[in-house]
């Protein structure tokens, strides 16, 4: 069988989804197969820039649009910002072992694939801003260790998220529809001291306090 993150149309003998090549453990997998799996799942052929994406022959990683590496050239960033991706992003790209950074904002992505999450990666910044995510906010995130920094605003989200990243420093979900109800028991559940920013989501309901502890409230909804 494939692998959880290859959908049947895309597996071949000779094809990123090799199961020979590709496993579910980080690092055993050539970042430059992981790569082509995350460019078929995202629509890569209608792409604003792909140069050196392009299957069958995509150049080496780090020779990439978008794609930053390490001095020992593995991948620690992506950034595709303003790129027209759209679709589903995949779980597989949590077998780059080494990635640090992924910005996909302003494009056209629909959602994240379930399967996204890691209790050892080391990811820190994740930027989705302005895309179409609907419905929940996943829990999934909660997974990371060293996830500090989270937009995920001018989306479609409905709700707030039930729980985040022990590690998180900001979090932005304003300009969604979430729709909330405010209470001190969610509030303490979510914060760990990160700053939460859920302004112009016209449909959250209640207030917190002007004070708590020593919390400095933002009317337009922002707390820090």
Not at 92 to 120: A, G, H, M, R, V
Not at 152 to 174: E, G
Request: some cysteine; aromatic content about 8%; charged content about 10%.
């Amino acid at each position: 069988p494939a692998p959880f993150w290859c959908s049947s149309s895309s597996v071949a003998a000779d094809g990123p989804c090799d199961t020979q090549r590709c496993t579910q453990k980080p690092g055993s997998c050539e970042e430059g197969a992981i790569l082509d799996l995350f460019y078929d799942a995202l629509d890569g052929p209608s792409w604003s820039s792909s140069e050196g994406w392009s299957l069958p022959s995509p150049a080496a990683p780090c020779m990439r649009t978008g794609v930053s590496c390490s001095g020992g050239n593995n991948v620690t960033g992506i950034a595709l910002m303003k790129n027209n991706l759209g679709g589903t992003i995949p779980a597989s790209l949590l077998l780059l072992p080494e990635l640090k950074s992924l910005d996909l904002s302003f494009n056209s992505i629909i959602d994240i694939d379930s399967n996204f999450s890691s209790p050892t990666h080391n990811i820190t910044t994740l930027n989705l801003e302005n895309n179409l995510l609907s419905g929940e906010i996943p829990t999934f995130f909660s997974s990371f260790p060293s996830l500090q920094h989270i937009d995920l605003s001018h989306n479609l989200y409905s709700t707030m998220p039930l729980a985040l990243p022990t590690s998180l420093v900001s979090l932005d979900l304003s300009y969604n529809r979430i729709r909330h109800e405010l209470n001190l028991l969610l509030f303490y559940g979510l914060y760990n001291g990160a700053y939460i920013d859920w302004s112009n989501n016209p449909n959250i309901m209640g207030s917190l306090p002007d004070s708590i502890g020593q919390l400095i409230h933002d009317p337009s909804g922002r707390y820090a």
